[in-house]
DNA sequence: AGAAAACCTGACCAAATGGTCAAATCGAGC
DNA sequence: GCTCGATTTGACCATTTGGTCAGGTTTTCT
């Protein structure tokens, strides 16, 4: 009992981390649905099951809930991030980032959605963000894509338009499930499909700047 | 005069035909930089530059509206489409189809905008065009891409997947210019590196699925 | 010129929505 | 079992917004 209090001393009640979880996974749902102007507190309380006014007890506004959204959103990002660097061979580390990217679009679109959301309308409240972290990301990053370029690893190419090239797509696979499904009969794309819709993306972009994988095989399996 | 009235009778004034240019131009883009939810009839009025009881005499709803909005942009849209089928050569068909598709999301980046918001919202009004021209389209040009690979001309690919990637890469530049000019310093890409980009994206889809033209020069340019 | 049709618009309305608040309830410590 | 802060919530309010309407103006046709 002692020892039960004591923990949820730690800050907040688990009631009160309950709710905001719910709130917050809700919140995550119904913007991804509907844009921060066409989601109402309503519907977000509404679907986290309790009522509205309790909602603004926990998230003073609309816009603070919406913020916290996409900060959680950002998180995701940069672990997605991270598994770039994981190696410097350009295959692993592509096949590793686009993997991750990919992986990330099955698990999490609304977050996708979310952000795709933000830049759509002009990203009002994570433009700081894109100036700060993601640039510098960014830049680092087509570093390293310049020295694999220089080195001869891979065949020349703008970083910046092979990293757009790979966010697009993958983020694709999130943004746009809703026509993806229907072009598929009106199903998600099984497990067996997306983990080839992975490999496509993946052999494309490594096969359209050569980076081939120690053994010069690439074109070996044409028909 | 005699002539000129003439020419007004043709169904609707001059008058008229200005009017209802100027509010879906100002729909457009207010709509697609807000969603539908997002935009006011009251925005939409003021950017087209007359009162909203006005524009409601042109259009009754917010719907009707935005359903004209999208109906223009799915024009746009069939037009790119038809420069896939120009060339049977899996070269020059991809080729023209991505600068096509790259061309439009530099002149049209608000209805590209429009088709995105209404995916990520799951269609309410465009449902039936997916299920119907998009999909019967997409079909037979996966035919198409099929037979490419049978006759060995590219390497084994799916070609639904093959889409996906040149619909996400250069829609990208439409719905995303918003990142890609922050990441840009906060200024759109120049014509030139426009250029680049374009020829970045069909370089690396070309080599990517083993699409040379002709002489068999594509890796030699590799430093 | 004059009637009819088309067009224009300020004022207005009902519904939806973000947010508030006071009163009620709960829960841990004494 | 009583106190006090944390939590919960139904009722309420101000603002926004899609849409209407009556009356006025312009254009077209004869």
Do not use: C
């Amino acid at each position: 009992m002692a020892a039960k209090q004591q923990a949820r001393q730690t800050q907040k009640s688990a009631a009160r981390a309950e709710n905001e979880r719910a709130i917050l996974a809700a919140a995550e749902e119904v913007f991804a649905e509907s844009g921060f102007r066409g989601a109402t507190t309503g519907m977000i309380a509404e679907r986290a099951g309790l009522p509205k006014a309790n909602l603004h007890y926990y998230f003073p506004t609309k816009e603070a809930l919406y913020r916290k959204v996409v900060e959680h959103i950002f998180t995701i990002w940069l672990d997605a991030a991270n598994s770039f660097d994981e190696n410097d061979d350009p295959v692993e580390a592509l096949t590793a980032y686009i993997s991750t990217k990919m992986d990330i679009s099955r698990a999490h679109p609304m977050g996708s959605k979310v952000w795709a959301n933000e830049i759509l309308h002009k990203a009002p409240v994570i433009q700081d963000y894109l100036e700060t972290t993601l640039r510098s990301w960014t830049s680092s990053r087509v570093a390293v894509i310049d020295r694999w370029v220089a080195e001869g690893r891979i065949a020349p190419v703008n970083g910046e338009y092979l990293l757009y090239m790979i966010w697009a797509t993958t983020q694709h696979y999130a943004d746009f499930n809703h026509q993806i499904d229907t072009l598929n009969g009106g199903a998600p794309l099984s497990d067996a499909q997306f983990e080839e819709a992975k490999q496509t993306v993946v052999r494309i972009v490594l096969a359209g700047i050569g980076a081939v994988p120690a053994a010069p095989g690439g074109e070996g399996s044409q028909a």
